[in-house]
């Protein structure tokens, strides 16, 4: 079985536009699979650009996000109403050459992904389990190879969602912020928000944040509690501890148990930035336009 981290350092992108949000191809010495990823509004230049290939697994990414797979003339995002659809900012396919890459391969990776997504909170479109997949076809080893080599191709798309603590790679506690869905950002460089600044004043925690199209930021200034709360699942109570040994915190003059973030904090959803600020089992309506109490 190839290892993620042999995956990584040996993969090639490749830019079509010199940007590293538009056109563009991943792909890997050591997997058959490849990534092409790009802007919702360039889908046609994206299946152009991936050969137009007949089996797909795709993930849509923006203000809301969605993971499918499609087969023959079946659309990407064709599940999806169109005031949902002006609301996805990146696409990214996964596609091979490959003849096992058939319909029942893109479906089991459809359903993987969907797993590790729902896991790490991410907020999907698509809340209901992908069905046509059985229990054997998600455990074998061709399939776990199939979906580690497909989040490594999306991870360096720029596609964060699907990380996991892996028997190969070690704890998440080993593993870089970027790697499973966070990432520190200075003042100077926050991404522009879309939409308002949202509050949250939860569990004696006040912060605030706002939505951008590469995920959800928490502000610097925002309060960290220093405990994790009961309830906490272990996948969030890691990432936490990766947010406690690497960022920067100033001391809370009111309670030893908060500290406030010096950096800002770029997370998949705004539901996983309510768990990472408080320890707590929260949601995504933990945030709120106008201040207000949990």
Known sequence: MQNNDR???????EFAEGSPLGLRQITNSLSSLRVTAGPMAALDLILQ?????????????????YVGHG??????????????????????IVHSDAAAFGKQ??????????????????????????????????????????????????????CTFFEEADEDAGSLEKASLAAIGLRLLKASDLPAPE???LHL????????????????VVLPGSQFHRNDRKGLDEHNRRRRDEIRRIAP????????EIASLRVGLLCISEA??????TGSHLGAKAWNPLQGQC
């Open 249 to 256: 915190f100033d001391p809370s003059e009111i309670d030893s």
């Open 7 to 13: 995956l990584l350092r040996t993969a090639r992108v």
């Open 105 to 158: 391969a893109v479906r089991t990776l459809e359903r993987l992904l969907w797993e590790l997504a729902v896991q790490n909170a991410v907020p999907l479109a698509n809340r209901a389990k992908p069905s046509g997949v059985g229990k054997d076809d998600l455990r074998c080893a061709e399939s776990r190879e199939l979906s580690r080599d497909a989040r490594s191709l999306l991870w360096c798309a720029g």
């Open 272 to 277: 996983m930035g309510a768990k990472m600020v």
């Open 201 to 216: 004043n939860c569990g004696g925690v006040r912060a605030e944040g706002f939505h951008t199209a590469d995920g959800f």
């Open 49 to 65: 650009m991936a050969g137009n290939p007949q089996y797909i697994a795709y993930v849509l990414k923006g203000q809301i996000n």
């Open 71 to 92: 087969c023959g003339t079946r659309r990407i995002g064709d599940r999806l109403e169109k005031d949902d659809l002006d609301r996805i900012r990146q696409v990214f």
């Open 195 to 197: 939409g308002p600044r």
